[in-house]
């Protein structure tokens, strides 16, 4: 998924319309996801998509235009958009590293962005404000392919076939496992208890076939199947285990069955989707392409890159 931008902007004028509505469709262009904050009604609009977006978002960028004139203010200066401020606070607690603030010339720099965003980027028309969000952008390097939150990557099967003891049943497991990286972004924050699980199967054809286990899967190189991913860093997990036996797929879970229920049975290709659970993450879900030979050592894989 590209690099998701939370634009805070109000929408209380066409002039505020254009500047969030153009923005957007540049960034989309540069292969951006825009999101667009439209004012919410109610906290429950607050909760349910407010705070959604801007939890699942990788950029935030705040515009703030004025509004009424504050009454004896020395500069004749005029309040800024209270719903952006609010947005604004709610992306401060989220710790957000990659930021861009910008500021009509008349709204008043005061609150937490007065501690915040006190080097805002000034600007008197929508236009200009425009202009001068691009410029900022493309001066500090903003990419599509930047995320704060927790990615897959490095998809890859163990070079020989491994003789393995489930931990969940003691179980002897032979054949080629393949494992995958789950990669964190943040430089501040950990990912405790991180767990991972298969949670879809379908055919070639796009049929569902039912999901025998959806335990957690074993955590690589751990002793268990939840993990703390460090800041900067990354944790592996067991996705699934192509028995040496007729080529079979089961997974390396905790579920205490033994044998391990098959979860592929026949050749052909399957697509199969995971999820990723962590404590202040968002759900991370990612999908890989299984072409079944019925041998363990032609059987193959790839991550599908949404």
């Not at 992306?91 to 008043?108: M, Q, T």
């Not at 032979?174 to 430089?187: C, E, M, P, Y």
């Not at 298969?198 to 335990?215: E, F, G, T």
């Not at 905790?254 to 962590?278: A, F, H, M, N, W």
């Amino acid at each position: 998924m590209p690099g998701k931008v939370f634009i805070s902007c109000g929408q209380a004028s066409a002039e505020e319309r254009v500047t969030a509505a153009e923005l957007s469709q540049w960034l989309s262009n540069r292969g951006f996801l825009p999101y667009v904050a439209i004012q919410a009604q109610s906290i429950q609009d607050v909760n349910s998509a407010i705070i959604s977006e801007l939890k699942t978002s990788d950029y935030y960028i705040f515009i703030d235009f004025p509004r009424e004139l504050l009454e004896g203010d020395p500069d004749g200066a005029h309040r800024g958009s209270l719903f952006t401020h609010q947005e604004m606070a709610i992306a401060y607690i989220l710790g957000f590293e990659r930021v861009l603030f910008l500021k009509h010339k008349d709204a008043k720099l005061e609150g937490l962005l007065r501690y915040t965003a006190s080097n805002a980027i000034i600007f008197s028309t929508s236009k200009e404000a425009i202009e001068k969000a691009e410029e900022a952008i493309d001066e500090r390097g903003w990419t599509p392919s930047y995320t704060r939150h927790l990615i897959a990557v490095n998809l890859n099967w163990s070079q020989e076939m491994i003789l393995y003891v489930s931990h969940s049943t003691g179980e002897h497991l032979v054949g080629k496992f393949l494992t995958i990286d789950i990669q964190n972004h943040r430089s501040d924050l950990a990912a405790f208890n991180t767990v991972a699980r298969l949670s879809s199967i379908k055919d070639a054809n796009d049929n569902s076939i039912p999901v025998a286990d959806r335990s957690h899967l074993k955590a690589n190189g751990q002793p268990g199947y939840a993990q703390t991913i460090w800041p900067g860093s990354h944790g592996a997990f067991d996705l699934l285990l192509a028995k040496a036996e007729q080529g079979v797929i089961c997974l390396n879970s905790s579920l205490d069955l033994s044998p391990k229920p098959l979860i592929i049975t026949q050749p052909g290709r399957y697509t199969l989707q995971y999820e990723v659970l962590s404590e202040s993450f968002p759900i991370l879900t990612f999908s890989i392409q299984l072409d079944v030979t019925g041998n363990a050592q032609t059987t193959q894989a790839q991550l599908i890159v949404d």
